[in-house]
């Protein structure tokens, strides 16, 4: 059974950090693309960033140079660490996985096999 398990949500005043992690099991981290979702609320799920099984990454261009993907195989844990951030950040976060996409194809989709549950992060001003 696959799991994805986000954690490292919480409140933040605007310009703080946060750095989310997603941890799998079930599931190899590595060879797969997986990536981050946001959703605010009223708003419609957005991607935010992406990694693919060759470690090429996609962002969103309302977070590049803000936020970094990561991925630790080792451990079976994907990272999204956020920088600079802003209010209109406030969003529940997801985590997704799916074997299909590289990182730039996975920006235009939603359509993600696996998902976790969310992690609520919200950024004050």
């Known amino acids: 059974q696959v799991r994805l398990v986000e954690s490292g949500g919480g409140s933040v005043q605007a310009g703080g950090s946060l750095r989310l992690s997603c941890a799998a099991s079930?599931?190899?981290?590595?060879?797969?693309?997986m990536g981050w979702f946001r959703q605010a609320p009223g708003k419609e799920r957005e991607g935010v960033a992406f990694?693919?099984?060759?470690?090429?990454?996609g962002y969103a261009g309302f977070v590049k140079g803000r936020f970094t993907i990561s991925r630790d195989n080792a451990e079976n844990t994907l990272y999204l660490e956020m920088n600079s951030l802003k209010p209109e950040d406030t969003a529940i976060y997801y985590c997704?996985?799916?074997?299909?996409?590289?990182?730039?194809?996975?920006?235009?989709?939603?359509?993600?096999?696996?998902w976790g549950q969310g992690t609520q992060v919200t950024v004050s001003s």
């Open positions: 997704a996985a799916d074997e299909r996409w590289t990182a730039m194809q996975a920006l235009g989709r939603e359509s993600f096999g696996y």
């Open positions: 079930g599931y190899t981290a590595s060879g797969n693309c």
């Open positions: 990694i693919d099984s060759n470690d090429a990454t």
